[in-house]
C-alpha cells in the first residue's frame, strides 16, 4: 500500500522559513509529477506549486520567487522550501503525487495526510 507522509509544518513567525518534505513509502513503479496543494479555513484546496519528473516547476502566483518545489527521485520525496513567509500563507499543506503502481499501468493520484503551517508573530 502506497503512502505519502508529510512533515516539515509548524509555526513560524512572518519572513521566516520552513521546509516540508513528503516521501511516497511502499511498493510503486514509478511517480510522475508531485506537487503540494494548501487549504485555508473557509477557502478551496489551492495549487501551490508542481513538479514533473524531469524536474520542470510551476508555482502559483502568490509564492512564486519566495517558494521553491524541488524532488529527490531515488528517494521518493518532494520538498517544498518555503521563504518570507506571510501570514497569508497559513494552510494546512497537503502533498500529491500521480503514482503508478505497476508498468503499463496508468497513474493513481494519491494524497497525504497534510501538515499545519502556521505564520503568525
Known amino acids: 500500500q502506497v503512502q505519502l507522509v508529510e512533515s516539515g509544518g509548524g509555526l513560524v513567525q512572518p519572513g521566516g ?30 495549487l501551490v506549486a508542481g513538479i514533473t519528473s524531469g524536474g520542470n516547476t510551476n508555482y502559483a502566483a502568490s509564492v512564486k520567487g519566495r517558494f521553491t518545489i524541488s524532488r529527490d527521485n531515488a ?9 518570507s513567509l506571510k ?3 497559513t494552510a494546512v499543506y497537503y502533498c500529491n503525487a500521480d503514482i ?6 496508468m497513474g493513481a493520484d494519491y494524497w497525504g495526510q497534510g501538515t499545519q503551517v502556521t ?3
Open 17 to 46: 522559513s520552513l521546509r516540508l518534505s513528503c516521501a511516497a513509502s511502499g511498493r510503486l513503479f514509478s511517480i510522475n509529477a508531485m506537487a503540494w496543494y494548501r487549504q485555508a479555513p473557509g477557502k478551496e484546496r489551492e
Open 75 to 83: 528517494k521518493n520525496t518532494v520538498y517544498l522550501q518555503m521563504n
Open 119 to 121: 505564520v503568525s508573530s
Open 87 to 89: 501570514p497569508e500563507d
Open 100 to 105: 503508478k503502481l505497476r508498468i503499463f499501468t
